[in-house]
């Protein structure tokens, strides 16, 4: 067993904000080495080779041949929804993706409590206890300047954020990540309705892959993936041709930075947002075509909601997203173990749980659910929303207070009460996750692609 020198580091700032000092929480730095997620042979294949683990899977779908597949990536928000994935990942012997946001796990915590090197322990415990030793890729997910919400309600400055954001990729190296996603494409110091300039864009997206790289190498740790660009409108490479303009640009600005390194994945509008599900395929075709002139592929966000799943492989789609859809579920999940537990009450002597009732007054009191107001909603009290929107920011918004200790107890007390009566409740909520997360590797072509990549290998 190999042992581990940990360095706490408390850093505290007093930053100055038009004259008003602002006061930055703690930060806690842990320079440690990951947990162990290396016990895979595609990884050791890729390891050998020199060659970062997302690309070296994606060498092997072939756009066009029918054998192409779509990357899974699971955006994080819970711990049913790491041993669902992992669950999935290991039925479908497939590889799986969790990726990471700054408001979720990061420095201070992020709303589920998790610091970078605490996720990767979860995810290396869930790993061991179901058995899977297929590859788990470890990414961030749009980590730029503003992204973090505590840094736009606080106001901070560029600077301020790039300080933070530099400590925060340096956590996610340190703890074992494959995939660092850098999004420079947002500036709330520009007029608003502003876009950016293509060229700010690739010198703060290149400055910060040097300080990526700059850290890894001085800590000796073999090569990492790349994601650059977003999905937004307010990014301003949503049109194909400053989609281009951006590949064209970024490439030359880091040959003359003398930068061996080029993004696996790159982000592109393919029509999907969190309350649009509609892919546009003939535009993710024309996307891919310019992506694949460069030696990168298209990853697409939001694809929570998407009904036609199979055109993602289809159009070459590389990588996907999907988030708050198994936040979804599990919300509903719940709230049917609940109405479980109603039934019961009538029968039998307990306190009930009124999980629901506590889950709704944490969403609402936590505010997070105003970030996805329509421009009509804004200033709108919650109960003054229509019950359909209440409805979805209420399914959606439950990953922002999972861990919140009142919703956590509440969610105890609901599990044992229906343990009494011979119902494991935890084991319902994993079932309808099961569901979910199946139709999603089904879709991508994702069955049996361990084996398929190391019959090739081998």
Not at 24 to 49: G, Q, S, W, Y
Not at 122 to 133: A, L, N, Q, T
Not at 135 to 156: F, M, Q, T
């Amino acid at each position: 067993m190999n042992t581990v020198k940990l360095y706490v580091i408390l850093h505290y700032s007093f930053l100055k904000y038009f004259g008003k000092e602002v006061y930055k929480t703690p930060i806690t730095m842990f320079n440690v080495m990951p947990p162990h997620l290396n016990d895979c042979e595609i990884r050791r294949r890729a390891i050998e080779r020199d060659v970062p683990i997302t690309s070296f899977l994606l060498r092997f779908s072939s756009y066009g041949s029918g054998n192409n597949f779509t990357l899974l990536a699971v955006n994080a928000n819970s711990v049913l929804t790491v041993k669902s994935a992992l669950y999935a990942a290991k039925r479908f012997n497939s590889p799986i993706t969790f990726i990471t946001t700054l408001n979720q796990v990061d420095l201070d915590g992020g709303y589920t409590g998790w610091t970078q090197y605490e996720f990767v322990k979860i995810v290396s415990k869930e790993k061991d206890s179901i058995g899977f030793y297929g590859p788990i890729i470890l990414a961030s997910d749009h980590y730029g300047p503003w992204l973090k919400d505590r840094h736009v309600a606080e106001k901070w400055s560029y600077q301020e954020c790039i300080e933070w954001l530099r400590k925060s990729i340096e956590a996610c190296i340190d703890a074992g990540y494959d995939l660092l996603h850098i999004d420079m494409t947002k500036d709330i110091e520009l007029p608003r309705g502003k876009v950016p300039d293509v060229d700010r864009i690739v010198e703060r997206t290149v400055e910060m892959i040097d300080f990526s790289e700059e850290v890894r190498k001085s800590k000796g740790l073999p090569k990492i993936d790349y994601e650059v660009g977003t999905e937004e409108v307010s990014g301003g490479l949503t049109s194909i041709e400053r989609f281009e303009e951006f590949l064209v640009k970024l490439k030359r600005r880091l040959i003359e930075k003398r930068l061996n390194v080029w993004p696996c994945f790159v982000v592109g509008d393919i029509g999907t947002s969190l309350y649009n599900p509609s892919f546009e395929y003939d535009r993710a075709r024309e996307l891919v075509k310019v992506a694949s002139k460069y030696d990168c592929y298209v990853k697409g966000h939001y694809t929570d909601f998407v009904k036609n799943l199979k055109l993602y492989p289809r159009a070459g789609i590389g990588g996907a997203n999907v988030g708050p859809k198994f936040t979804q579920v599990e919300f509903d999940a719940l709230e049917r173990l609940e109405s479980m537990e109603q039934n019961l009450l009538s029968k039998h002597n307990f306190l009930a749980s009124k999980f629901m009732e506590t889950l709704y007054n944490a969403i609402v009191e936590s505010g997070r659910w105003k970030k996805w107001l329509f421009k009509n909603e804004e200033g709108k009290r919650f109960e003054q929303l229509s019950k359909k929107r209440r409805r979805w920011l209420l399914q959606t918004g439950a990953r922002y207070v999972w861990m919140k200790d009142d919703v956590k107890k509440a969610r105890e007390i609901l599990y044992n009460n229906l343990k009494l009566n011979g119902i494991d409740g935890e084991k319902l909520v994993l079932n309808s996750l099961n569901r979910c997360m199946s139709r999603f590797f089904r879709a991508f072509n994702l069955g049996n692609l361990n084996n398929r990549i190391l019959g090739l290998i081998r």
